[in-house]
């Protein structure tokens, strides 16, 4: 049956399941690409894969004295809070927030990026945001190894509940996923998203809780906040990491059903709009 005459929902289906099976098939390619892009970040920098974690550890040390020590700000009221927790808590916010930013920021200019690959027929385009975000992923996997060991000798201890960290990260990952594809194809068409995206990312970092909590808000304004993946992610990962808490499940299989849903729209809308890519570029 032809594409013209097959339902839209048949055809959308059909996307999903091409795009998926052709990078199944070149998972070796995804991962040749992904070491590349990893290895291009760091290329001729003498410290390579540890500016990923000093860069961070440097914004951790201005925000922790400007908020801990002039401010004297302690988390959530508890003045019994050391600074040293101060410290962690903000590092888990920045942490999850550096990783959507450095997607959201990277994905308006990733095929304007890779226009060499754009006239290639086979080369399947839908795996460069993927290998984008699988690239940011494993700076964020590093970060929260340190974040851990931080809270072992440093804070409390860890608990049991750490085990659940990758799903609470799940949700944002297939959020920032499904996001980058739309970007990326914008990025082709309307040149100008680059300028718009850079403000919007920044404008997230106030519009999550990555230095105050959720609790600090009035009661009224808090719903509106958990319509926020980032905010979610950052809330229930602290949670599990620094104070023991098990999630709140229902949020969060709110959560993970809008990641999902964002991550197949952004792959279908990605696929649907790179035939056009080529006469625009």
Known sequence: MSDSITPAGTRRDWVLYRVFHQCWLQRQLFIKLLRRDFAERYRGSYLGLLWSLLLPLLSLLVFTFFFGVIFQMRWAGRSDASLSDLALVLFVGMA?????????????????????????????????????????????????????????????????????LPLMVLPLVLFVLGLSGFLASLGVYIRDIQQLIIPLVQLMMFLSPVFYPVAALPEGMRPWLQLNPLALAIEQTRGIILFSQIPDWAPYLLSLAAGGFTALLGVWWFARTRKGFADVL
């Not at 550096?98 to 795996?127: D, T």
């Not at 190894?145 to 804070?155: A, D, F, N």
């Open 96 to 164: 999850l927030y550096n990783f959507l930013a450095e997607c959201l920021s990277r994905a308006p200019g990733l095929i304007l990026a890779h226009q060499n690959y754009v006239k290639s027929v086979v080369f399947p385009l839908e795996m460069l945001p993927g290998v984008m975000v699988a690239s940011a992923l494993l700076t964020l996997t590093a970060t929260l190894l340190v974040i851990l060991l931080l809270q072992e000798t440093l804070g409390s201890g860890l608990s049991w509940t750490v085990v659940l």
